[in-house]
């Protein structure tokens, strides 16, 4: 990591979401900037910084523009670590500045056709089996309910699970869900048992009703280029000053 700065780091995982157990792994994301020759070369270079999985630390960050790009898109995983409440480390003014930013730049379909798509496919591969792990079910859920929040609020949605929970009026599906998450959090989240029917349903009925919901929604269309680069610009200068 010779020659580059980190702007911010944060908890991107399970500990964020609000369901860890335990043993959970620290997932630590972060934005990381070169110097000023290093965007003077017409050859494109890795704009990844990636460190083998060491015991409980997987840690993994973006180059700044890489990232600013997928800001203009409104890529999910990004507004969550902007979202993230466990800062590990923030320098500069670039993380406060694209909070300040993120829901002129948050596109409602392009938000729920992400979570939409990470709830079906571990839907697919884990929960059709008759036996279920506990932590499974939260894979499915989060994302869920992540649309439901764009669906009514058409805001970004937060990233913590028992925020989320308060959308549901069905108090019989609440509480389910809450015993299953203390479950988790005490380290049962492994243990194999039989179908909840409850949340089974909710599940099939919310993938369905949202399907529709989420070609429904209306994309951000601003053209806000300009303002990334002016954002790009500045943080160069002022890091490296």
Known sequence: ??????LFAVES????????SQDSDYDVRFIYVHQKDWYLSIDEKRDVIERPIHESLDISGWELTKALRLFRKSNPPLLEWLSSE??????FSLA???RKLRQRFFSPPACMHHY?????????RELQRE????????????????CKWIETRQTVPPIEIRVLIELLEDGRLKTEILKLLERKKQGQEFQLEPQHPVLLEFIKNEMKRL?????????????????????????LDEVWA
């Open 1 to 6: 990591m010779n020659h580059v700065k980190i």
């Open 13 to 20: 995982g399970s500990r964020a979401w609000g369901f860890p």
């Open 86 to 91: 466990m800062v590990y480390y923030e320098a």
């Open 96 to 98: 406060e500045k694209m």
């Open 116 to 124: 939409l798509n990470m709830a079906s496919g571990n839907v697919r």
């Open 131 to 146: 036996q279920v792990k506990i932590k499974k079910y939260f894979y499915v859920l989060r994302p869920l309910l992540a």
């Open 211 to 235: 399907q529709p919901a989420a070609k429904a929604s209306k994309p951000n269309t601003e053209d806000l280029t300009p303002l990334l680069d002016r954002l790009f610009r500045e943080t």
